[in-house]
């Protein structure tokens, strides 16, 4: 079995720079014909991180690996010069590590590699990665934040409509050549949020034919549902209501489930729907649906 070679390089803040004590907050790879970045959604939320800061290098360092290219500028962004390049255009609280290579099995993609990367050197050991993102919910919600899907254009909590007509308000929806709208049951720590995701979905599926319906051609129309297991009861539950609640939940994903809905219930799932939602993004360009 083949190895694929890969560089990195560790995206560091310096709060002090008098310290000189860095923290990791992103890391860059470099292979298979791709370069990416992926930053610490949780890195703005730490005391010690100015947020301001952090996030116009953040977007900064974005627009150098994915915006348009600079070829009188910059290296080619397939090379190792690139990495040497960005290493140089960081200052103050902003560092790059040395690129530093990386042999791997060739099984792995490259996103596979990019996310390992992520877990062993910059998350830290109390993010959501290592326990809450094994549901399909929070992964998405990871990799959203963690993309700027919202930033790139990804709408939250607006009005799906048809004709402007307002159908419901979903939870997030991506409008370019297709229209899709995603909705979400969550099962975190507020059984409230859970019950009342549950109870919405019956309504939702009123109006999914009409929404399913109304695209034409290139501007067809799609529906996810990101759906958590109910595994165990919430804390003080009674057994019986738990079991209540878990048989509503499976009866709504029934009622949803139709052609032109994908029910998205792990994490593989979710992360390959998070990727796709990127790819849409790139390109992304406002406009609304018409029958």
């Known amino acids: ?29 470099q292979g298979l014909g791709n370069t990416d970045i992926r930053f610490s959604p949780h890195a703005a939320k730490r005391g010690e991180v100015n947020t301001d800061v952090f ?23 397939g090379t190792p010069r690139f990495l040497e390049y960005l290493q140089s255009l960081c200052e103050g609280p902003i560092l790059l590590s040395p690129p530093l290579f990386l042999a791997i099995d060739n099984s792995r993609s490259f996103r596979d590699v ?29 990799l959203s934040e963690d993309r700027d899907f919202v930033r790139r254009g990804m709408k939250r909590h607006e009005h799906v409509r048809i004709n402007n007509e ?15 709208a995603i909705d979400k049951v969550e099962v975190g720590n507020r059984i ?19 929404f399913l319906t109304a695209g ?3 501007r067809a129309t799609v529906y996810y549902l990101l759906a958590d297991t109910l595994d165990a009861p919430f804390t003080n539950q009674a057994q019986g209501e738990f079991e209540a609640m878990r048989e509503d939940l499976e009866k709504a994903v029934e009622q949803i489930k139709r052609p032109g809905v994908e029910i998205v219930r792990d994490v593989g799932h979710a992360t390959r729907f998070a990727e796709e939602i990127d790819k849409q993004l790139e390109r992304l360009a406002s406009s609304s649906l018409e029958e």
């Open 55 to 77: 996030n116009r290098w953040k977007k900064f360092l974005r627009d150098e690996i994915a915006g348009a290219p600079a070829p009188l500028f910059q290296p080619d962004r």
């Open 216 to 218: 034409k051609g290139e």
């Open 1 to 29: 079995m083949g190895m694929n070679e890969y560089r990195y390089s560790l995206v560091r803040f310096v709060p002090i720079q008098e310290r000189m004590e860095p923290i990791n907050v992103g890391v860059i790879l």
């Open 192 to 210: 409230g949020d859970t019950v009342n995701e549950i109870e919405r979905l019956p309504t939702i599926a009123t109006k999914l034919n009409r």
């Open 166 to 180: 307002p159908l419901w308000t979903a939870y997030r929806q991506v409008i370019n050549g297709r229209v899709i």
């Open 114 to 142: 990019l996310d390992d990367l992520y877990l062993r050197l910059v998350a830290p050991p109390e993010s959501p990665v290592h326990g809450e993102a094994n549901r399909p919910t929070a992964r998405f919600r990871e």
